[in-house]
C-alpha cells in the first residue's frame, strides 16, 4: 500500500543502519495488513541521538527501533522505561504516546523467549541448567529472559571474566572462565550462543559439545548464516536447534503492534522474505 499523509511512522535509528533487515521485516508487515504506514531507516551518529530521539514526536512518528550503538544510550533519553528494559540496561523500542512522551521498552528478551519456545516446543525452564556465551546487550536479555521464564541456574560464559561476572551480579547466574566452558555444558538443558564467534566474517567459536547432553536445544542468535557451525555440529550429534532468525521476527511483534495497532503474525512465509530468498 503506497502511504497517504496520514500514513503512521516508524523505523530504525542506527550507526550504521544499511545492513538492517528491519525495513524490509516491518515492510512485509504492512504491505500484508494493507496498513497505512512507513518504516524507514534512521541513520543517526551518535552524537545526534538525543536530538533524533527528541524530534520523534514533532515529525509525527508513532516510535521507533534502536539497534547498534544507540540501546544503551538511549535509557536516559525517554520520559518512562519498562521495568524490563531498565533491568536489562537497553532499549531496543520507543513508543511515542498520544502525549508526546516516550516510552522505553526491550523487546529482545521476549523476542528469545518466544524464538525458543516455538523452536523448541518440549522445552521447559525447570528441565535443567541453562549456558550462555557471551556479557554483551543480546546476552542481558537472554539472561534476563531466561530467568524471568524460571530457570534456575544460568552459567554465563564470557571471554573476558569481569563483564562475565558484572552479568551474573546484575542480573543472576554464574560467571563460568573461557577456560572452562567446554566442560559447563555438562548436564545443560539449553544452550544459547550471543556473541558474535561464528558469525559471517568473524573468528569461528571453539566450543567442544562433547559433554553437552544430547537432550539439550541449542540456539544460535546469530542468523547471517542462518546455519551456523554451532547448530550443523550439534544438529549432526542429535541436538534439537533453533536459528537465530526467529529471535529478530518476534521482538519486532510487540513494536509493531504498539506503533500500526495491529498484531502481526510470524510464519514461513516472512522467515523467507526478511532472508531475502524471493
Known amino acids: 500500500m503506497i502511504p497517504t499523509g496520514k500514513a503512521r ?17 516491518h515492510g512485509f508487515w504492512l504491505d500484508r495488513l494493507g496498513i497505512d504506514g512507513a518504516y524507514v531507516p534512521l541513520a543517526v551518529r551518535p552524537e545526534d541521538l538525543a536530538d533524533a530521539v527528541a524530534v520523534l514526536p514533532k515529525l509525527g512518528f508513532s516510535g521507533a527501533n534502536l539497534t547498534v550503538p544507540h540501546k544503551e544510550a538511549a535509557l536516559k533519553l525517554v520520559d518512562d522505561l519498562d521495568p524490563l528494559a531498565e533491568r536489562i540496561g537497553a532499549v531496543n523500542t520507543l513508543v511515542v504516546r498520544p502525549d508526546g512522551t516516550i516510552e522505553g521498552r526491550n523487546t529482545d528478551a521476549y523476542g528469545f523467549l518466544e524464538n525458543l519456545r516455538r523452536g523448541a516446543p518440549t522445552w521447559r525452564p525447570e528441565n535443567g541448567p541453562a549456558v550462555v556465551l557471551g556479557a554483551g546487550g543480546a546476552a542481558r536479555a537472554v539472561v534476563a529472559a531466561l530467568a524471568a521464564a524460571g530457570v534456575t541456574e544460568i552459567r554465563i560464559i564470557n571471554r573476558s571474566a569481569d563483564r562475565a561476572q558484572a552479568l551474573a551480579g546484575s542480573l543472576g547466574g554464574q560467571a563460568v572462565v573461557w577456560a572452562e566452558r567446554h566442560a559447563a555444558l555438562r548436564d545443560a538443558a539449553v544452550l544459547v550462543n550471543t556473541t558474535t564467534l561464528g558469525m559471517s566474517g568473524q573468528p569461528p567459536l571453539d566450543l567442544a559439545l562433547d559433554s553437552l547432553p544430547v ?38 511483534v510487540p513494536g509493531f503492534e504498539a506503533w500500526f495497532g495491529v498484531r502481526p503474525e510470524v510464519d514461513a512465509e516472512l522467515r523467507t522474505f526478511v532472508l531475502g530468498e524471493r
Open 9 to 25: 511512522l516508524a523505523g530504525v535509528l542506527g550507526w550504521p543502519v544499511s545492513h538492517s533487515r528491519s525495513p524490509r521485516l
Open 215 to 252: 537432550t539439550a536445544v541449542v540456539n544460535d542468535i546469530v542468523y547471517v548464516p542462518l546455519d551456523t557451525p554451532l547448530l550443523a555440529a550439534a544438529r549432526e550429534r542429535g541436538n534439537t536447534t533453533v536459528d537465530g532468525l526467529g529471535m529478530l521476527l518476534w521482538q519486532a
